[in-house]
């Protein structure tokens, strides 16, 4: 069963800006609410990484390769987590998954959805 359903991907031009979401359509409201998101991306070739977090009381943490162009935000009424990325770069080309804390009740991912920047 599907938990995390990822759109938004697709082909962009170096500085161009995407905007991904991530719903969760079988959570209840407590379930997500009260999960930490996450957002990871795997460049070709290379292991997965934490782009960013953003907990159940909206704190929020990026890496280093990304703060300041990408912005993590929740809306707990729609169930959804968004990653907004701005001044794309080549290499933010990657696969992007989603990825829900539910903390005692377990992690989840999403199938994941295709960037690709290009120069």
């Known amino acids: 069963q599907v938990q995390l359903v990822e759109s938004g991907g697709g082909l962009v031009q170096a500085g161009g800006s995407l905007r991904l979401s991530c719903k969760a359509p079988?959570?209840?409201?407590?379930?997500?609410?009260?999960?930490?998101m996450a957002w990871y991306r795997q460049p070709p070739g290379k292991e997965r990484e934490l782009v960013a977090i953003?907990?159940?009381?909206?704190?929020?943490n990026y890496a280093d390769s990304v703060k300041g162009r990408f912005t993590i935000s929740r809306n707990n009424s729609r169930k959804t987590v968004y990653l907004q990325m701005n001044s794309l770069k080549p290499e933010d080309t990657a696969v992007y998954y989603c990825?829900?804390?539910?903390?005692?009740?377990?992690?989840?991912w999403g199938q994941g959805t295709q960037v690709t920047v290009s120069s």
């Open positions: 953003i907990t159940s009381d909206h704190s929020t």
């Open positions: 079988r959570n209840i409201f407590s379930t997500f609410s009260s999960s930490d």
């Open positions: 990825y829900q804390d539910r903390h005692d009740a377990g992690v989840y």
